[in-house]
C-alpha cells in the first residue's frame, strides 16, 4: 500500500533502447542484409546463442531480431534482417554510419553447453539459419565436446539460401555433416532437392544420445519434430525456436503468449517437451 | 478504552465521517477518485465531497445489460461493479514510454518522466482489490518490472467497501476474491443501515489507514456492530448473479482445446474486445510508433490492447489466430487456465463486467459450464462403454 518501495528505480528502463550505430552492412540475398551494431557508449552485453535484440529504426518502431553473429566477438551485435513490412524495411536500409535503437539480450538460448558430449543435429529452414548460426559457431569452436555434429538447411530456392560463403567452409570440414536441400530446384542448382526435414532420415546420429535444435517456418519444425521424434529422439532433447508477435520482450505486453508460455521470456528455445501439448494444434 | 489503532483494530464511524474522510485524504495530498454516476452508469472519477457519491442508486445487471434505478435507504455503496475498473488509473489506457529526437548524426532518446499523482482511490470492492493484486503479480514480479506501474501503486491510498449488494453477474464467491475485502486495503468499510441509523463499521489494514482513522470522528465497535456486518456479508454472498465451478477448471479447458464449444460461442461474438477493456486484470498493450510532422521527433506509446483483434497475433504472412473461435479460446483458457500457469492465480476475480458488457451476453460461466458438462457426458459414455 502506501509504503512500498520507490528506491528500487532500475539505473536503465528495459523499455527504453540504447542507442548503437551501424558499423557494417552486408547484403545477403535480395532482401535479407546482416548488420553490425555497436553501442554508441558502453560494451556490447553478452548474450548467448539463440537470443535476441529488440531492434528500432527512428520512428518507424521496433522488431524482435534474433542475434546470428559470434558469441565469443566482442564489441558488435550481428543481426541478419529480412525486409517484410515497416519496421524490417527501415533496419534493412540502414547505411554504414546509421544509428539505431537496441533493447536486449532477451529470451532463452540453444542447449550448446548442455550437447557437449552428445551427438548434435542442426535443422534450419530459410532464414532460421540466423539465430542457430551463433550456436554453429560455438560448437565448432569447440568441436571436441561434442559428438557427431549434423547441419541440415533448407530453402525455397537456391537464391534463397544464407551466409552461402559460410557453409561452403563449414562444408569442406571434415568433422562437419552438412547438407543443404532446396524445395525448387533450378536449372542452376546441383544439389539435394527436397524438404529439410525429409533429411532428417539419411543423417547418422545415435538417437539415445542427440540434441536436435531446430529452427524455420512453423511447418518445416511441425515436420521436423515428427521425423526427429520417428527416429528416436527424446521430446526433452529436440529445441525449436518459437515466433510469435512481439511488443515488449519483457513478459509484459502479452503477445508473444503460446498457451501458458511467453515465447519472449520463456523461450524463444524452448524443448520440444514443453509445447508438444499445443504445438500442433492450429491458431495458438 | 485504548485508542491506538493497529492493522484488524475497528471502529465505527457515522455516515457523516465519509466527508470528512475525503477531506482528510485531501489535507494528506491525495487526488480522491471514487464512483460518480455519469451517462447512467457508475464510473470511477475525482470526488470532491460526499456528495458526489452516488447515494440512493442500485444497478441492475445481466448479460449484456446495465441500469441505475433509485434506492429506498440512501445507501452510498449499494450497487456493484460498474463499466469501469481501477486499472486505468494504475495501468493507464495510453502512455508515452519514451521519445526520440533526430540529431546530426543520428538520434538520441530520453525516457518519459512518470508523474506520480498521490491516488486515493474510495470505494474498491474486494473483486477490484484482487485483480489490482493479480495485476502488482503480473507486472512488478516478473524478470522485468514495470517501473512506472510499481511507482504509480506505490502511492496510492485504498479505501475498500465491503459488498452489501451484490450484482446479477457477480461471482466473486466462486473466484474466492469477494464480497468481503480481507487484505490489500489501507482502511475498509462495511455500510451499515438499519432503518434508523446509518453508519460504517471500519476496519484498518495499514499503518497509514489507522492514522487516517484516528483522524475521523469514531466510536468504539460493539457486538451487534460486527454482527450486522458479517450479516451482510454473508447476504451478499447469497446473492451472487452467477456461479463458476473452479475444480479441476484449468485442466478441463486446457484439454478441451478442440472442443466445438469455441466454434459455437464465436457465432455470437463479435469480437469487439470489450470484455477485456472492462476487465480489471486483462493487461495486454500494444505499441505505436508517431512521428512530428517534421520528422525531427517520434514518440513511443503503449496502449491498451485486446487479444480479439486480428493483429494482436500477426505476424508476417497473417495472424496466428485468424478465427473468432480462436480468439474466445485464447481469452477465456488464458483467464482461467494458463495464467494460473504464469503467475500461480487465475486472471479472473468474479466481477463480472466482461458479461455485463458483452454486447451480445456471452457469459464466461455459462461457457466454461458448457465445456463442463460436455466433457462429463464424454467421460460418462466413455465409462459406459
Ligand atoms: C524471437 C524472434 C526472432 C526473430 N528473428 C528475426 C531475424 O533474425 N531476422 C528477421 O528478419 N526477422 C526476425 N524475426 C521476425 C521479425 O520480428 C519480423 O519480421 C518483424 O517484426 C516484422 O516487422 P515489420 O514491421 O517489418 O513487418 P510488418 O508486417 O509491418 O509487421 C507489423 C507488426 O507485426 C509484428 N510482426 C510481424 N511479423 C512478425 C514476426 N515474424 N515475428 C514477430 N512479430 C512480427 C511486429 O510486431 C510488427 O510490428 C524474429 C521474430 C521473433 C519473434
Ligand atoms: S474475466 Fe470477466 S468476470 Fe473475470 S475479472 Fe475479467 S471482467 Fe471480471
Ligand atoms: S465475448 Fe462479448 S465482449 Fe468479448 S469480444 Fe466477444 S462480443 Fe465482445
Ligand atoms: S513480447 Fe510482450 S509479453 Fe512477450
Given at each position: 500500500m502506501g509504503e512500498a518501495d520507490l528506491s528500487l528505480a532500475p539505473l536503465s528502463d528495459p523499455f527504453v533502447p540504447e542507442l548503437y550505430r551501424t558499423v557494417r552492412v552486408t547484403r545477403e540475398l535480395r532482401d535479407t542484409v546482416t548488420l553490425e551494431l555497436a553501442p554508441l557508449s558502453g560494451k556490447r552485453p553478452a548474450f548467448e546463442p539463440g537470443q535476441f535484440n529488440m531492434l528500432y529504426a527512428f520512428g518507424v518502431g521496433e522488431s524482435a531480431i534474433s542475434i546470428s553473429g559470434d558469441p565469443a566477438e566482442e564489441g558488435t551485435f550481428v543481426h541478419t534482417v529480412?525486409?517484410?513490412?515497416?519496421?524490417?524495411?527501415?533496419?534493412?536500409?540502414?547505411?554504414?554510419?546509421?544509428?539505431?535503437?537496441?533493447?536486449?539480450?532477451?529470451?532463452?538460448?540453444?542447449?550448446?553447453?548442455?550437447?557437449e558430449g552428445s551427438d548434435v543435429v542442426i535443422v534450419a529452414g530459410g532464414l532460421g539459419l540466423a539465430p542457430l548460426r551463433p550456436a554453429i559457431y560455438h560448437i565448432l569452436a569447440n568441436r571436441d565436446r561434442y559428438g557427431r555434429v549434423s547441419i541440415l538447411y533448407g530453402c525455397r530456392n537456391p537464391g534463397d539460401i544464407l551466409y552461402r560463403h559460410e557453409l561452403e567452409q563449414w562444408r569442406q570440414r571434415l568433422d562437419v555433416d552438412l547438407t543443404v536441400t532446396v524445395d525448387h530446384a533450378d536449372a542452376s542448382w546441383h544439389g539435394n532437392a527436397g524438404v529439410v526435414p525429409s533429411l532428417i532420415k539419411r543423417t547418422a546420429f545415435d538417437p539415445h544420445d542427440t540434441v536436435a535444435m531446430v529452427c524455420g517456418p512453423e511447418i518445416m519444425m511441425r515436420y521436423s519434430m515428427n521425423a526427429l521424434r520417428g527416429a528416436g529422439v527424446s521430446e526433452k532433447r529436440i529445441y525449436l525456436s518459437m515466433e510469435r508477435n512481439m511488443k515488449c520482450a519483457i513478459g509484459l505486453c502479452g503477445h508473444c503468449q503460446f498457451g501458458p508460455e511467453f515465447v519472449c521470456k520463456d523461450g524463444p528455445v524452448v524443448p520440444y517437451s514443453k509445447v508438444a501439448r499445443i504445438f500442433a494444434l492450429r491458431e495458438i | 478504552m485504548q485508542d491506538t489503532m493497529t492493522a484488524g483494530s475497528k471502529a465505527v464511524l457515522s455516515s457523516d465521517a465519509l466527508q470528512a474522510l475525503i477531506v482528510a485524504l485531501a489535507r494528506q495530498g491525495y487526488t480522491v477518485l471514487g464512483p460518480r454516476v455519469r451517462d447512467g452508469a457508475i464510473v470511477y472519477d475525482e470526488i470532491a465531497s460526499s456528495g458526489d457519491l452516488p447515494a440512493g442508486f442500485r444497478d441492475r445487471q445481466d448479460a449484456g445489460r446495465y441500469g441505475l434505478e433509485p434506492r429506498e435507504d440512501g445507501a452510498f455503496f449499494g450497487y456493484a461493479a460498474g463499466p469501469q475498473s481501477w486499472k486505468r488509473f494504475l495501468h493507464p489506457p495510453a502512455q508515452t514510454l519514451w521519445s526520440a529526437q533526430k540529431t546530426p548524426d543520428g538520434f538520441t532518446i530520453s525516457r518519459e518522466e512518470v508523474s506520480v499523482p498521490k491516488l486515493a482511490f474510495l470505494g474498491v470492492r474486494a473483486c477490484d482489490l484482487d485483480a489490482i493484486a493479480i495485476q502488482d503479480r503480473v507486472f512488478c514480479e516478473g524478470p522485468y518490472r514495470d517501473e512506472a506501474y510499481a511507482t504509480r501503486r506505490a502511492n496510492v491510498f485504498i479505501v475498500a467497501v465491503n459488498c452489501s449488494q451484490a450484482g446479477g453477474t457477480c461471482f466473486c464467491v466462486s473466484m474466492q476474491s469477494g464480497p468481503k475485502a480481507d487484505t490489500g486495503f489501507d482502511l475498509s468499510l462495511t455500510e451499515l443501515l438499519d432503518g434508523t441509523q446509518h453508519r460504517f463499521l471500519a476496519e484498518v489494514g495499514s499503518e497509514a489507514g489507522a492514522a487516517l482513522l484516528a483522524e475521523l470522528p469514531h466510536e468504539p465497535t460493539t457486538g451487534a456492530h460486527l454482527a450486522a456486518a458479517d450479516a451482510i456479508i454473508d447476504n451478499t454472498a447469497k446473492q451472487m448473479g452467477r456461479h463458476l465451478d473452479t475444480d479441476g477448471l484449468k485442466e478441463l479447458l486446457q484439454a478441451s482445446l478442440s472442443h466445438p464449444r469455441w466454434e459455437e460461442v464465436a457465432r455470437r461474438c463479435l469480437s469487439c474486445g470489450n470484455c477485456t477493456m472492462v476487465c480489471p486484470t486483462c493487461f495486454c498493450t500494444t505499441v505505436e510508433d508517431h512521428t512530428s510532422l517534421d520528422g525531427f521527433s517520434a514518440t513511443h506509446v503503449k496502449k491498451w490492447d485486446s487479444c480479439f483483434t486480428l493483429d494482436f497475433s500477426y505476424v508476417h504472412g497473417g495472424a496466428v489466430r485468424t478465427s473468432g473461435a480462436a480468439r474466445y479460446r485464447q481469452w477465456m483458457t488464458h483467464k482461467l487456465a494458463s495464467w494460473i500457469d504464469q503467475f500461480g492465480t487465475p486472471g479472473c476475480v468474479g466481477c463480472g463486467r466482461c458479461i455485463t458488457w458483452c454486447p451480445t451476453g456471452i457469459d464466461i460461466t455459462e461457457e466454461a459450464a458448457a465445456i463442463r458438462a460436455s466433457q462429463c457426458v464424454k467421460e460418462e459414455s466413455d465409462g459406459g462403454a
Open positions: 529480412r525486409n517484410v513490412g515497416a519496421v524490417s524495411k527501415a533496419l534493412s536500409a540502414l547505411e554504414a554510419g546509421a544509428a539505431a535503437g537496441l533493447r536486449g539480450p532477451f529470451g532463452t538460448s540453444w542447449p550448446v553447453e548442455g550437447a | -
